[in-house]
Every structure is written in structure tokens, then in C-alpha cells.
């Protein structure tokens, strides 16, 4: 019998097992096979999957090119409205065609055509001619109609048959010829219940039917040599063709049955993976264009702002205060001291931080900024540092204390969410909560994997509050307390974390390297730690007595500073923290990050393809913890009917496009009996996707169970081999059955009216939220114009000409910029260009418009040139870039009147010379 099933086995195979192997040595072989095929086989699908992805970030990219042009024309329309005098109202955005005269334009066409589809089905050549002369006289042709032309394609035909039929003694297509001939036969025939004459068939007739029945297993041999290698075909597109070709040999029925299956079961089991993606050549010529830009160098995108550098020498602060504290001068003197940098200004809260003009962001109360990093005081725009050096400080290790923990105060918005969350998480929906549903609900509201011992400790804390339920189990009141309580999210008080300059982190270094073995501070028991965020929150230096900082309140430092920092990548237990840190709307959350983010030296990234995503989409942590909740009910689900995530996919794509819409969710939902609400169905959908669909990409990677549930889903996979019997019996090593059984029916979707229309409602609110997002980008960027204007115009750059010293040139160099006075020469002469600046062609100075101090202008084939005075870079060589910023005055060209403009433009090395020379 073994050797019969090895046998069978290396048929199949074609690798025999070698003779004189034990039955455990030949099962280790048969696994090692099975495991190289499984890995070969995903190697193949990997290119599949490569390509699906990337079409959903084109489609996603097209998506919103779309969104802005119909945005800008429709602003273009109301432009050209308002000039025309026609009222805005009848454009509206949301309806475009909401106002159209639709029936007074195509009523009377569609009357017709009504009219036409009806005589059709009466087949009456009367009323067709009489409704095609008035489909006419409205407009209606065979190419802007198809009803018009059907009808009059009928009517050809039903007067072609009329003529026919009136002929006398017209003989039928497959009419009798001796009946034909003679009428009097027919009618003594006995009329249409007569018997038939028995018919004859030639023997050539049922040989020719013989031999193309034989023909079916007949291969035909090409000998013929193709000039090109072969297309290779799919599987099911061979299978179909071939059934296609033997189609006349199939009988109705049973064997037509049979077919179906055989194909259906082709079907899904290649699943998604051979899905043939149906582009047209225009889009695979896009494709093609767009990985060509990928591949070049970005070139960095410089926003046109005139970044001011000025006031941004590092402002000194002594040492010694980090172990010292006072009283503000104006506090009251009931008021308990405060640690000196934050009293003085050197340090200030996070929480503060503001670009200017710019709204800030709560964020928590121990995270700082140092003054050199960003000064609030500064005006204008400022380019950003990046978040480096991170100084953990403790002032006095001796008052270090835990910080309250309670129960936060909640919305009802809010208390929603939780409370379907946990209902979600209570499986047998008892309102007791087990160890497994405790573990899975702290693993999803904290990203914590508690030890048995700790489920203990939890269990003894808080289920004598119970009362005479048992000790094992939470109720859901006390659940709801653990998880609001903050019992996990541990933080200290008279501790701080402070963003440094790069400046300051390097002296903070050198001075902890002076003092070592030695107090920081004499008479103060301060201690620092410096972490830098760049290399994952490494800690570079730290004292000797500092004391261990709680993980927690560390990984607050870390993941805020980082989105502080611009950063998109998060893992989920990292936006967790995000969501839960940053107690702010979406809204507020993404116009913080695009106004910081855009003065930062960064390439141009987008964040919607990113994990950072989810920041700007769900409201807070219990949004998370509801989605969590839904994942893992379905997971379980899934589990315990005893089907693969694959599997699972197939039986709910009921549509079979690869992609599960709304009501396909739904259906699912409803089948693995998870009580859900259309909402919560459209927030699953949404929080998973942009579009109201769930790739299988997404479904995979949303419902893959963590490493700690494998053993859950190896043991359906045993469970599965078992039913198959010995034969499908799971290999060695935990490795995937060989048969695994699947199930070919399909979920039925449901709700689909009540789905699209929240669908929509949502699409309507989310548009709604993007236009008030824009208009606050837009006032942000007019009232900055406006501050541009208003400093060239009031400007007298007298405070150049007081910086000025004795035996200097007439121009300001600091560390960064060199600033040029060309404010000071005489109204229609060229004197009074500062020393450094040369003119080349008729330059003259003239005031002009609002300017109040001489401007100089430049006519047609006049220009500039500046020597740079950087004598440290010997005299320029070694700088590779420039960035110019002046402020010129336009005229009025093409419409637009003359303004002030300041015109920021990179300079190349080329450039650079050219200007030099």
C-alpha cells in the first residue's frame, strides 16, 4: 500500500521518492517539495499583485486629476457666467445639470421614441410609419437614435413580407414543393394534425456526424515554424476556447451542466491572481510615461515664498538653569516655581508652536521646543530645521511623579463608537467579556499583548467589581473603565522632552562628556538623555542617574516629534498613539502637517498612498478601535466557518470583478452574522479604502491574522486536511494542505439602494469639508500676499543702512543670505547701486505705484550683475546652489493689472558663474 501511494505520488510529481527512506524521511521530502512549490507559486503571483497595486494608485491618481479639473472648470464657467450677466446659482456644483430644461430639449424626442419602442413590439407597420414621420419632423435620424433605427429597419422588412405574402402561390423557404404545386393535395392531407411521412436518412449524413464526433480526440500535429515565440494563453482562456469549438458535440442538459462546473472551478481556483488587466493602449502608454518620470532625479520643488533668514543666530542660554527654577515676574507668589528655560523663554510647549499667522495643534504638555529651533517671535516665512536631537530632561530626578490617570472625558459621538466596539468584541453577546476577548480588546485599543500573568493581575484589580460574576471574566462596564482609565498609557510629571537644534544638541553632548563623573549641575540633581529620532530614537548619551522613562510617554516623544518632523510612514501602533495624542479634528490635523510640510526642504510626496492617511480620515483613537473591532470579528468569523481569507474573498465577490462593493460587504457581514448598520458598513469600506471597494490587496492585508494567532488558522488547516481524509492531510512543519476544500457558492449582497445613498451622502459632506480645507489655504496664502505687499511697499531698508559699520562695504553678509540696498540713488540717473551690483544697459531709478522710495528699473536687454561676497567658499566655488529673491513690479499684461511680485529662482552652478562673470 506505500508503495502504491508513493508511486501514484511521484506520477503526479515527477520526482519518485528514492528507495530506502523511512516513513518520517519521506515525509520531510514531501514537505520540502511542497514548501519550494508554494514558494515558486508566489513568486509567480508577486508580479500580479505589483500590477493590481499599481493600477489602483493610477486609478487613484486619476480620481482626484479628475476631482480638480471638474473643480476648475467649473470655476471657469461661473468666470464666464458672471462676465455674461447669467446668474451663478444656475451652475450648481454638487447637480450640474440639476437646472437643465431636460424636458423641454429632449422630452418631445423621448415621447417619440416611446412611441417607437411600443409599435415595435406590435410589430404594426401602421403606426410605425406614422411615428417615423413625426420622429422626423423632431430630429430624430439613424445615427443619433437607435429606436428611430430599429423602427425603420422593421418597417422595411414588415413591407418586404408584405409584398410577398400577396404574391399568389408564393412558395415558403421551407415550405413543401409538391404542396406548393398542388393545394388540393394539401387540403386532403387531413390538415396540420397529420402524421408526418417517416423520414429517411442517408448513410453519408449519420457517417459524416460519426466522423466529426471521432474527430474530437483526434490532435492535429503543426508542423509549421512560427517566425515569433508564442503568446502564452491562460488556463481558463484555453479551457473556454476549446469548449467553444465542441460545442456542437455537447448535449443540452446534464453533460452542458458539467461543463459549467468544470469551468467554474477553473475559475476560482486561479482566482485572482491570473485576473488579465483590460486597458486600452492609451493607458499603457501613460503607464509607461509615468514610470519613465519616476525613475528620474525629482528635482527639489522650491514654493514661492520669500523666506526670511534674518534674527536666526542662535540666541545663548546658560547651562546651569536646566537644574534651576524661579517664578515668572509677573506670577502670583502662590504659584510653585517652574524649571527656569521655561520661565525664560528658552524652552516653550509644543503646544505653541505656530508657524506665523498660523493656528497651532494641542499636543501634550511635556513635549517642548527649543527657541533656536523655532522662534515664535520670528515674522514672515521661515523654512523649517529638521527634527533631529530630542533632550530628555529631568530637572529634579527627586520630583518625578506619576501623572494622574482617570477617566477621560468623552463625547457621545465618542462613547458610540466605543460601546459598538465592544459589541463587536463580545462574541456570545452576554455583556462578559473572557480572557480571550479581553486580550483581543487591549491588543486593539492599546497594542498590547498581555502575558497570562498580567491578565491575571488584571482580572484580581477590577472583577470584584462584578460582584457575583465569576473572577475569570470583565463586565462591560468595567471593560469600558479599564479602557478609558488610561491604566496602560503611563506617563511622569517633572519630566520633558525638548527638540534641539543640531547647534545645541552638540554642546549639551560635550558639556555631559566634561562633567562625567561629576554633577551636571552642582547643588541640583538634573539628568538629561539625548535621543536622536533620525536613527529610530536612539539614545546617544545619557547620565548616570538618570532614571528609566516609561515606554509609553517615550513613544509619545518619538511619534509626535516625528509628524512634528513631516514623516508619513506610521505603523498602526504608532498612529494609535497619533490619534490618541493629538485630540484634534482631521481637518485641523492635515492643514497643520500641508502648511508645515511646506517649509521643509522636501521632495514633493503624497500622503494620501501613505499610512499617515488614516491620521487625516478617523476622528480618534475609538474610530481606530471600532475598525479594529470590526477586522477582528470578521477574522474570527471567517475562521470558525472554516474557510481560508482567500476562499472567503471568492465566496463574497459575488459580482466577480475582484473587488467587494458595498453591498457585497454587506451581504458578507450578514452571512458571518456580525451585527452591523449600513453606516458601520460604509465606515468599515471607507477606512479601508478611498473608493467604495475593497481590493483583494486591501481584504489580505486587513484581515491577515498577527503572528500570535497562526496557530488558530494552522489548526484550521489540519481541521480542513482531516475532512479530506488521509490524502489531503496536512505535511509536516504546519505547512498548507494539499487538497483544501473549497466552496463554490456565492453571498448575496444586500442594501444596495440604502448603501449608495449614504454613499453619497458622505461623498456630499467630504466635498463639503475639502472646500472649507481649500478655503482656509486660500486665506492663509492671501493674507501672506498681503503681508508681502504691505513690507516691499512700507519698507525703507533703513535697517540696512543702520547695520552698517565703518570701513564695510555698503551690503549686510550673514551666515546664510547678503542682503543689497538698491533703495538709494536719485530718480532718473543710474548712481546709487550699492558696491557688489553692476548694471549692463540703460538701468535707471524711478518711483513707481505705491512705492514709497526709489525703485530701480530695468528696460528691455538690461540686466544685472552681482559679485557674491562669500570669501569663506572661495568666493562662491564651493556652493553649488542659489536661491535669488527680489521684488520687481510688473505692468499689466494679458488682463492682469500691475502688481508687486517676489520672484524666488534656484540658481545652477552655470547660473551662478554667469552671474559672477
Known amino acids: 500500500g506505500e508503495e502504491g501511494e508513493e508511486g501514484e505520488e511521484g506520477e503526479e510529481g515527477n520526482l519518485p521518492i528514492p528507495d530506502g527512506l523511512t516513513p518520517t524521511e519521506a515525509g520531510l521530502l514531501r514537505w520540502v517539495r511542497a514548501v519550494v512549490d508554494q514558494v515558486e507559486a508566489a513568486s509567480q503571483v508577486e508580479p500580479y499583485r505589483l500590477r493590481v497595486r499599481e493600477k489602483e494608485r493610477q486609478l487613484a491618481r486619476m480620481s482626484r486629476e479628475q476631482a480638480r479639473t471638474v473643480e476648475e472648470e467649473h470655476e471657469k464657467v461661473l468666470k464666464a457666467a458672471e462676465e455674461r450677466g447669467i446668474p451663478s446659482s444656475l451652475f450648481p456644483l454638487e447637480r450640474p445639470w440639476s437646472l437643465f430644461p431636460w424636458y423641454e430639449q429632449l422630452g418631445p424626442r423621448a ?173 499603457e502608454q501613460e503607464k509607461e510615461q509615468e514610470q519613465e518620470q519616476e525613475r528620474e532625479i525629482e528635482m527639489e520643488r522650491y514654493i514661492d515664498m520669500s523666506y526670511l533668514r534674518d534674527g536666526e543666530e542662535p540666541t545663548r542660554w546658560a547651562f546651569c538653569s536646566l537644574g534651576q527654577s524661579r517664578r515668572a515676574d509677573d506670577a502670583p507668589s502662590e504659584e510653585q516655581p517652574r524649571p527656569t528655560p521655561l520661565v525664560d523663554g528658552s524652552f516653550y510647549p509644543a503646544s505653541e508652536f505656530r508657524l506665523h499667522a498660523r493656528a497651532p495643534l494641542p499636543l501634550p504638555p511635556y513635549l517642548h521646543l527649543s527657541r533656536n529651533h523655532f522662534n515664535l517671535e520670528w515674522t514672515g516665512e521661515r523654512r523649517l530645521k529638521n527634527a533631529v536631537m530630542v533632550l530628555e530632561w529631568v530637572p529634579s530626578v527627586a520630583k518625578i511623579a506619576p501623572l494622574p490617570t482617570g477617566a477621560v472625558a468623552m463625547t457621545e459621538a465618542q462613547k458610540a463608537r466605543l460601546a459598538s466596539a465592544l459589541k463587536l468584541l463580545d462574541v456570545d453577546s452576554t455583556g462578559l467579556y473572557e480572557r480571550s476577548a479581553l486580550r483581543e480588546a487591549l491588543r486593539s485599543a492599546e497594542d498590547l499583548q498581555l502575558s497570562d500573568a498580567e491578565l491575571d493581575e488584571l482580572v484580581e484589580a477590577y472583577g470584584a467589581d462584578g460582584g457575583a460574576k465569576p473572577p475569570s471574566v470583565l463586565s462591560y462596564d468595567v471593560l469600558h473603565e479599564v479602557l478609558t482609565s488610561g491604566r496602560y498609557r503611563r506617563a511622569e510629571s517633572g519630566r520633558y522632552f525638548v527638540l534641539l537644534s543640531l547647534a545645541e544638541a552638540e554642546t549639551v553632548r560635550a558639556v555631559m562628556h566634561m562633567r562625567q563623573g561629576r554633577p551636571l549641575v552642582d547643588g541640583a540633581d538634573v539628568a538629561l538623555r539625548l535621543r536622536c529620532l533620525s536613527a529610530h530614537d536612539a539614545i546617544f548619551d545619557a547620565t548616570e542617574n538618570f532614571p528609566e522613562t516609561p515606554r509609553y510617554q517615550a513613544s509619545v516623544s518619538q511619534h509626535v516629534f516625528r509628524f512634528f518632523d513631516s514623516a508619513m510612514h506610521f505603523r498602526p501602533a504608532e498612529l494609535n498613539v497619533l490619534l490618541r495624542e493629538i485630540p484634534a479634528k482631521p481637518s485641523a490635523r492635515r492643514l497643520f502637517f500641508t502648511v508645515v510640510v511646506a517649509c521643509r526642504r522636501r521632495l514633493r510626496k503624497s500622503w494620501q498612498q501613505t499610512p499617515l492617511a488614516k491620521l487625516f480620515t478617523l476622528e480618534d483613537e475609538w474610530s481606530l478601535l471600532k475598525l479594529r473591532a470590526q477586522v477582528t470579528r470578521t477574522r474570527e468569523a471567517i475562521r470558525k466557518r472554516g474557510l481560508l481569507l482567500h476562499d472567503a474573498f471568492l465566496k463574497f465577490d459575488y459580482s466577480r470583478t475582484g473587488m467587494l462593493s458595498l453591498p457585497e460587504v454587506y451581504g458578507a457581514f450578514e452571512w458571518l452574522r456580525i451585527p452591523v448598520t449600513p453606516e458601520e458598513v460604509l465606515f468599515f469600506v471607507r477606512s479601508v479604502s478611498a473608493d467604495d471597494h475593497v481590493s483583494y490587496a486591501d481584504f489580505m492585508e486587513l484581515l491577515c491574522p498577527p503572528a500570535e494567532e497562526e496557530e488558530g488558522w494552522q489548526d484550521l488547516f489540519a481541521a480542513e486536511a482531516d475532512e479530506g481524509g488521509d490524502e489531503a492531510a496536512a505535511p509536516p512543519g504546519g505547512g498548507a494542505p494539499v487538497a483544501v476544500k473549497r466552496q463554490l457558492s456565492r453571498v448575496t449582497p444586500k442594501g444596495g439602494g440604502e448603501l449608495v445613498r449614504l454613499a453619497q451622502q458622505r461623498d456630499r459632506e467630504e466635498e463639503r469639508e475639502e472646500a472649507e480645507f481649500r478655503r482656509q489655504l486660500r486665506l492663509i496664502e492671501d493674507a501672506r500676499a498681503e503681508r508681502d505687499k504691505e513690507m516691499v511697499v512700507s519698507s525703507d531698508f533703513s535697517w540696512l543702512r543702520k547695520t552698517r559699520l565703518e570701513g564695510k562695504p555698503p551690503f549686510l553678509v550673514t551666515r546664510h543670505a547678503c542682503f543689497y540696498d538698491c533703495t538709494r540713488g536719485r530718480e532718473g540717473e543710474e548712481r546709487g547701486l550699492p558696491t557688489g551690483l553692476e548694471s549692463r544697459g540703460k538701468a535707471r531709478y524711478a518711483r513707481q505705484g505705491e512705492a514709497r522710495v526709489p525703485c530701480l528699473k530695468l528696460p528691455s536687454l538690461s540686466f544685472l550683475v552681482c559679485r557674491v561676497p562669500f570669501s569663506k567658499n572661495g568666493g562662491g566655488d564651493h556652493l553649488n546652489a542659489f536661491t535669488l529673491t527680489m521684488r520687481a513690479q510688473t505692468r499689466s499684461r494679458r488682463g492682469y493689472p500691475a502688481t508687486l511680485t517676489t520672484i524666488p529662482a534656484l540658481l545652477a552652478p552655470q547660473a551662478r558663474q554667469g552671474a559672477r562673470r
Open 111 to 283: 415621447s417619440c421614441e416611446e412611441s417607437l419602442r411600443l409599435a415595435i413590439g406590435l410589430r404594426d407597420l401602421e403606426r410605425l410609419g406614422r411615428y417615423l414621420e413625426l420622429g422626423e419632423e423632431r430630429g430624430l435620424t439613424k445615427h443619433n437614435s437607435r429606436i428611430y433605427y430599429e423602427a425603420a429597419e422593421l418597417r422595411g422588412l414588415l413591407e418586404a413580407e408584405g409584398a410577398a405574402s400577396a404574391r399568389p402561390g408564393a412558395v415558403g423557404l421551407h415550405d413543401d414543393a409538391s404542396r406548393a404545386e398542388s393545394p388540393a393535395g394539401a387540403a386532403e392531407g387531413g390538415g396540420a394534425s397529420a402524421t408526418p411521412p417517416p423520414r429517411r436518412e442517408e448513410s453519408g449524413a449519420v457517417r459524416a456526424r460519426l466522423n466529426d464526433a471521432l474527430s474530437a480526440f483526434i490532435e492535429e500535429v503543426d508542423t509549421s515554424i512560427l517566425d515569433r515565440p508564442p503568446v502564452p494563453q491562460p488556463l481558463l482562456a484555453l479551457l473556454t476556447a476549446r469548449s467553444e469549438e465542441w460545442a456542437r458535440l455537447v448535449r443540452p442538459g446534464r453533460d452542458a451542466a458539467r461543463r459549467d462546473l468544470i469551468l467554474g472551478m477553473v475559475t476560482d481556483a486561479v482566482g485572482l491572481s491570473s485576473m488579465q488587466t483590460e486597458q486600452s493602449k492609451e493607458q
